[in-house]
């Protein structure tokens, strides 16, 4: 079911006012069309990650827990590069001057009211 032009109005405030408060947190959830897979990433990744599983298989067949440990390390190295976003195009947001705190606090009762409104209705 679509929601109705206040709602997606309500919603399109919250999500500014969640960039204002916490931008890293809002980053880390939302949809940034610039964070996408990196197929360079990807190949350098998969990669690391064989390398890192022959070193594995190697220091196992020679017994040499420093050549299968530097092997698991690579392994994961590789896999973590292989799974992060490129973020190149993406550019730091600006929030400019921040806000006061009584204006976060009077969104905030604002909607608190028109959640109180809503309750009254249903009872």
């Not at 408060?21 to 949809?31: E, I, L, Q, Y």
Request: charged letters at 25%; a positive charge; one cysteine or more.
């Amino acid at each position: 079911m679509p929601l109705s032009e206040h709602e997606q109005k309500l919603l399109e405030q919250l999500e500014k006012q969640l960039h204002e408060d916490d931008p890293k947190f809002a980053n880390s959830m939302g949809s940034d069309p610039s964070r996408s897979w990196s197929t360079r990433h990807v190949v350098i990744g998969v990669l690391c990650a064989l390398a890192g599983i022959f070193l594995l298989l190697v220091g196992v067949t020679l017994q040499n827990i420093f050549v299968g440990v530097l092997g698991f390390v690579v392994m994961g190295g590789g896999v973590y590069f292989a799974t992060m976003r490129n973020s190149a195009g993406r550019k730091q947001r600006s929030g400019g001057a921040a806000k006061s705190g009584k204006s976060r606090s009077s969104f905030m009762n604002n909607l608190e009211e028109r959640w109180d409104e809503r309750r009254r209705g249903e009872s």
